[in-house]
């Protein structure tokens, strides 16, 4: 089937396309750094256009507080501070969501994911309860993503299910690498919550309410080019939200860009939906 979107553009720096954009709104997992090391070849690339042509904005799934993914970056990944002007996460605006449910009387929730991600609810009028007790689950990954998959929450979800508990899921990614495997995240435990008929409220990309925050801190960019790794939620979002994307093949999808040609990323685009203007392996200058 023949798409209506022209050709993706197979580009070897994003120094060919820059001049064009005047913003830029940048994945952070799989394109800035693989869970273990940052990727300085990206980070510079970043730093340049942000000297040379706008504001960049790093724009992540991340079920966590800004200044817990900044905190990330220099104690582990190695990110500089220097190569963006802000942050937007999802982890913000769930935390926007929990603070609101949280006004009128002390919110009951179950907390499913790992604890480093409490920063989310820190400070707000919660209580972190058992399944039997809650009044909504905050979904922020798994307990264990080293080990565990969404099967592993089969019982937990049919219980939810029964007492018709709505999930806020902080994180719409299904995976990500870290230091070169794939680990489950909130996404695709939210995702099995929905198949059984669960509902579901998520934050994040490829919802388009995330970029009122980022429209937000470009602060009038015209032009801005979305980059990411993830077609169902980079250039999904990107899509909806009207915002040129850039494709990072050697991401989350890595195993599946068998060849770096048109053709072939048209009929990985077409799969699922999305379209990109440019495409590259990776995130350089």
Not at 33 to 60: S, Y
Not at 203 to 229: E, N
């Amino acid at each position: 089937m023949r798409s209506a979107f022209p050709m993706t553009k197979i580009i070897t720096g994003l120094r060919e396309i820059a001049a064009g954009h005047d913003a830029l709104v940048c994945d952070v997992w799989g394109v800035l750094h693989n869970g273990d090391k940052a990727f300085a070849p990206a980070c510079e690339a970043l730093k340049t256009f942000k000297n040379n042509h706008g504001p960049v904005i790093l724009l992540t799934n991340a079920p966590r507080p800004v200044k817990d993914v900044e905190e990330l970056f220099v104690e582990k990944y190695g990110v500089p501070l220097d190569c963006y002007d802000a942050i937007v996460t999802s982890g913000v605006a769930t935390r926007d969501d929990l603070a609101e449910r949280a006004k009128s009387h002390r919110l009951a929730m179950l907390h499913l994911g790992p604890e480093r991600d409490r920063g989310i609810f820190e400070g707000l009028n919660i209580e972190t309860v058992a399944v039997d007790k809650a009044e909504v689950v905050m979904c922020s990954g798994l307990y264990d993503d080293d080990t565990e998959t969404p099967d592993d929450y089969a019982e937990l979800l049919e219980t939810m299910k029964a007492r018709d508990l709505t999930m806020i899921c902080a994180n719409p990614d299904w995976q990500v690498q870290r230091g070169g495997r794939l680990i489950y995240c909130a996404g695709a435990v939210a995702n099995a919550y929905e198949k059984i008929g669960g509902e579901v409220i998520y934050y994040g990309k490829p919802k388009t309410a995330i970029y009122d925050y980022v429209r937000a801190a470009m602060k009038g960019a015209k032009s801005p080019l979305a980059i990411g790794d993830g077609l169902h939620t980079d250039i999904k979002g990107a899509n909806a939200a009207g915002i040129a994307a850039l494709f990072i093949a050697d991401g989350v999808h890595g195993e599946d860009v068998t060849e770096m040609t048109e053709r072939h990323l048209g009929e990985l685009f077409a799969k699922a939906g999305v379209h990109a203007t440019a495409a590259m392996r990776a995130l350089v200058w």
